[in-house]
């Protein structure tokens, strides 16, 4: 009984772990893509280059998150956002 006890409140854990990183890749990959929405509004009518970057990267971005991928939804958006940086400089 003891071990079963075990076994079942250690796959509850791993099962929350599992369900906050989830949730956290969602979090982030959402916050990214605002960020790259406030960078197409303040940046990109200054520069028509950042505004078709911004635009592809949200395209891309978007169809990745709706595939499930947050992992390459941030992998898409961090890069994106990276590059931003030089025009804000």
Known sequence: M???L???SGLFVVAASFNLQAT???DLCAANLQSLQDQKVSTAES???VKT???ET???AK???AQGDNKKCISITRKALIKLRTYNN
Request: charged fraction near 20%; avoid cysteine.
């Open 2 to 4: 003891k071990k079963n």
């Open 24 to 26: 956290a890749a969602e």
């Open 63 to 65: 169809a990745a998150q």
């Open 6 to 8: 075990l076994i079942t």
């Open 47 to 49: 520069y028509p280059q």
């Open 58 to 60: 949200i395209t891309n």
């Open 53 to 55: 970057l911004v635009e």
